[in-house]
């Protein structure tokens, strides 16, 4: 049986994400803020998401991507408050790199918020 707990959560889009040098920097903003992030790679479109306990920290890993200048850099969906379903392999912190777009949109269903995801990447209309 899995819970829900609340997070504040972020989704970047960019044009692709190739830069192993920026990854590692994004990598390492996450783990200065105590994130949990999952991108994903290997070409376009570029997707990050964030998720963590306060919205200062998420925000302020928000800015440090954008300073990295990826190409169509867009906060798809802002931090804020969502409901993320807890299981056994939710962590806290950490790092996930996934290169397909289906992989990337399973993590979110796992943890509850395709709906979100698929607002926020522009596949449904918002209500």
């Known amino acids: 049986m899995s819970r829900s707990i609340s997070l504040i959560t972020t989704l970047i889009r960019t044009h692709h994400i190739t830069s192993r040098k920026k990854l590692a920097r994004v990598k390492k903003a996450a783990a200065l803020h105590n994130l949990h992030v ?9 997707i990050m998401y964030a998720e963590g306990p306060n919205e200062a920290a998420v925000s302020s890993w928000v800015n440090s ?14 931090p804020t408050a969502n409901l993320v379903r807890a299981t056994d392999e939710l962590k806290v912190g950490g790092f996930e790199e996934t290169t397909s777009v289906a992989e990337f949109g399973d993590r979110m269903e796992q943890r509850g918020l395709s709906g979100w995801w698929r607002i926020g990447m522009g596949y449904e209309a918002s209500d």
């Open 38 to 46: 999952i991108i994903r790679s290997g070409g376009s479109p570029g």
């Open 65 to 78: 991507v954008k300073v990295l200048r990826y190409k169509d850099f867009r906060c798809a969906m802002k």
